[in-house]
């Protein structure tokens, strides 16, 4: 039963440390930029404490039984990749990580369909049907295929901020009916946490095919079609770059147009100094030819990932403090 599982190895299975960030990534989407928006237009509405939780907490539960059912499939791959992390079959059993996942899983999208029945929310409940579907699929075939697997992956990491939106816009929608779209609420709200989902989408992905880079020996003899193995580590490594480069040209341009009062540059500096030296020195990493690059960059990568998270509290900062917002010069918080 899985009751019965051995709790560390099971928090390593799940990886709680990222479910902490996707819990906190949607809580800070949710309180320091969709809350002070609608309040600086002097909307009252929320989500409310319960269905906030059952939000972050069906995410949580999903992405835990993607996490289990990934390695249940992926034994094979980690006992030639990390012998001595393997868990599935050592530590837990075969059917025990299948209970596991099915218990995640199940209870992931019961939250989340009484969560879009509460709001009658279509939108919602179909994503809550088909991403654990992507996750499974993902995981038994989709991951051995080229680029596919890194797609749906970081597909699934841009929807992580964009559910508090979703939930958020379907309340708006019920208490102001079409009304809401006269204003330009709805749009500066997507425009913002649009922001954070693109660059969700952007780190995950590059670490998608940095964690290939990592897991090339396994991949190779199971032959799952990664870009390292098709193309070559080196290929790979371009590859990395080039999307590093990119990601970090097209921040500094967006925190260039993010017009903040008073003169202010802190956006800027906060890009510069929190992602773009910090993606330099990955850029270093990914450089030297030595087989520890890769698990050394993945971890840069997951450091990026939280600082560019923590802008949330900074816009938040910025708003308490009564500064006027805007990106591209469309649309501003007064």
């Known amino acids: 039963m899985v009751n019965h599982i051995n709790k560390q190895p099971m928090l390593r299975l799940i990886r709680y440390k990222n479910l902490i960030f996707t819990a906190l990534l949607q809580l800070l989407v949710y309180g320091c930029i969709i809350l002070p ?3 600086s237009y002097q909307f009252d509405e929320s989500l409310g404490i319960v269905k906030l939780l059952t939000l972050v907490l069906s995410t949580v539960f999903i992405t835990a039984g993607g996490y289990v059912i990934n390695d249940y499939f992926d034994l094979k791959i980690d006992r030639i990749n990390r012998p001595d992390k393997v868990i599935v079959g050592t530590l837990i059993t075969k059917e025990q990580t299948m209970k596991l996942y099915q218990a995640l899983t199940i209870t992931g999208i019961a939250l989340g369909i009484y969560l879009a029945f509460s709001l009658k929310s279509i939108t919602l409940g179909f994503i809550y049907i088909v991403v654990p579907g992507m996750l499974w699929f993902y995981s038994s075939s989709y991951k051995r295929m080229l680029i596919v697997g890194n797609l749906i992956v970081a597909f699934c990491a841009a929807l992580v901020p964009l559910m508090p939106m979703l939930a958020m816009q379907q309340i708006l929608e019920t208490n102001w009916s079409s009304d809401i779209y006269n204003t330009p ?3 500066e709200l997507y425009t913002f946490v649009g922001v954070i989902a693109i660059f969700a989408f952007l780190w995950t992905f590059i670490r998608e095919i940095i964690k290939d880079m990592q897991d090339v020996y396994g991949d ?3 032959e799952c079609h990664t870009i390292p193995v098709v193309w070559g580590g080196k290929t790979a490594r371009i590859i990395v770059i ?3 480069v990119i ?3 097209l921040l500094i341009w967006l925190s260039t147009k993010a017009d903040i009062g008073h003169n202010t540059t802190l956006t800027l500096k ?3 100094w929190g992602i773009v030296l910090p993606s330099v020195c990955l850029i270093g990493i990914l450089l030297k030819n030595d087989l520890s690059a890769p698990r050394n960059a993945s971890n840069l990568c997951k450091f990026i ?3 560019g998270t923590c802008y949330c ?3 938040n900062i910025m708003m308490a403090q009564g500064y006027d917002v805007t990106l591209f010069g469309l649309f501003k918080l007064a």
């Open 247 to 249: 990601t970090c040209a």
């Open 220 to 222: 190779r003899e199971l």
């Open 37 to 39: 928006t609608l309040q």
């Open 270 to 272: 906060y890009a510069v």
């Open 305 to 307: 990932m939280l600082i």
């Open 242 to 244: 080039a999307l590093i």
């Open 313 to 315: 509290i900074v816009y």
């Open 185 to 187: 609420i709805i749009r």
